[in-house]
């Protein structure tokens, strides 16, 4: 059998150099807006009014340059590097979009606060296992990754009062010499925190 080639020949560029340039650079520039939006969000913390504003900044920039589910989401990838990998694909499964999706401002925002508020997250439950020291009994910690699944689905914060914690470790039942690792006890409460999420629709 012969193969036409007319086809084939007429998909070619007519300069395949100009060409690869051309989309290798509208790729480096699509990164380099991404970059520029992450550093935009992370400049104060969530917690601080301007944050609203530089979230605005970030999506306007986004959309002037054509804001899609797929830069949405590599904008998360990036929010969520330095949380345990497991926990980022997870995170990401929730809240990413459709490539083509548009992406409106609440989506967005809603969705860059809540990679924020894990790095909290994260950091409050490295907190709490230094603080635990000798008492990482694998009874304990159940109980308080159960507390905190209660206290984070009834009122929507992650900090527990040491008055709290100080009345679940003497109440939990231990294990005996079953101790957890750090690594295990950041993750199971990053678990809790991510069980807590609502898929957005």
Request: proline fraction near 3%; aromatic fraction near 8%; charge should be negative.
């Amino acid at each position: 059998a012969v193969v036409s080639t007319q086809s084939t020949g007429e998909n070619r560029p007519k300069d395949p150099v100009a060409f690869l340039s051309q989309y290798f650079g509208s790729l480096v520039e699509e990164v380099n807006v991404i970059i520029r939006a992450q550093r935009l969000v992370c400049l104060t913390h969530h917690s601080r009014p301007a944050f609203s504003d530089n979230v605005i900044s970030a999506y306007k920039l986004l959309r002037e340059k054509g804001l899609s589910g797929k830069v949405h989401n590599e904008l998360l990838r990036g929010l969520c590097n330095g949380l345990p990998p497991v926990i980022a694909e997870r995170l990401l499964d929730k809240l990413n979009c459709k490539e083509l999706d548009a992406v409106p401002h609440q989506l967005f925002y809603n969705n860059v606060l809540t990679c924020l508020v894990c790095h909290d997250y994260k950091k409050h439950s490295e907190l709490l296992y230094r603080e635990l020291g000798s008492v990482c009994d694998r009874g304990v910690c159940e109980s308080l990754f159960q507390l905190l699944a209660e206290h984070t689905e009834s009122s929507s914060k992650y900090e527990l009062s040491s008055s709290l914690i100080a009345r679940t470790i003497s109440s939990a039942n231990s294990y005996g010499n079953q101790y957890i690792s750090s690594e295990e006890f950041v993750i199971s409460a990053l678990d809790t925190y991510v069980d807590m999420l609502q898929t957005p629709t």
